[in-house]
């Protein structure tokens, strides 16, 4: 059965980088809409709780994309986008890895959502806000567009 939209799950799934904790995010707008709202820098504070400032010189991600990122409006960290194909994007931030970000097709929309390592599971509340701004602003999208 598809996850209802608006509906959050966590689960612990085995991903392209191993086993992670995946929290994930039905929502009411179409892959490539939601795909957008997550590779684009210029998006990322407005969805990313984490995140108040990013400077790259890459627009929307691709592999290789870097740059930086202002975590909690204090420190800049370096980020790289290490892998960037099919809808799903990893990076690493002060040359750690981290999230793993996708886009998977739904019945009536997108599931959105972010895979972490399970000793980072303390960061899946973040995740699961981030799921939420990213669906909300995606719908948003996707209804000026009707």
């Given amino acids: ?6 509906a959050t799950t966590y689960a612990i799934e085995r991903t392209p980088d191993g086993r992670r904790l995946v929290v994930r995010r039905a929502v009411e707008a179409p892959p490539d809409v ?5 590779t684009d820098t210029e ?3 407005d969805w990313g709780p984490s995140i108040t400032a990013v400077e790259s010189s890459d627009r929307y991600v691709r ?8 975590a909690l409006g204090t420190v800049w960290l370096p980020f ?25 097709t739904h019945p009536t929309g997108s599931v959105v959502g972010f895979e972490l390592s399970p000793l980072a599971a303390g ?3 973040v995740c699961q806000r981030a799921c939420a701004r990213i669906g909300a602003i995606a719908s948003g999208i996707a209804r000026t567009d009707d």
């Fill in 1 to 6: 059965m598809p996850l209802k939209i608006g």
């Fill in 34 to 38: 939601v795909w957008s709202v997550l």
């Fill in 43 to 45: 998006r990322w504070p």
């Fill in 63 to 70: 592999a290789g994309s870097r740059g930086r990122v202002r």
């Fill in 80 to 104: 790289e986008i290490t892998s960037c194909e099919n809808r799903r994007w990893t990076w690493t931030v002060a040359r750690v890895p981290a999230t793993g970000h996708f886009v998977v």
């Fill in 123 to 125: 960061y899946a509340p």
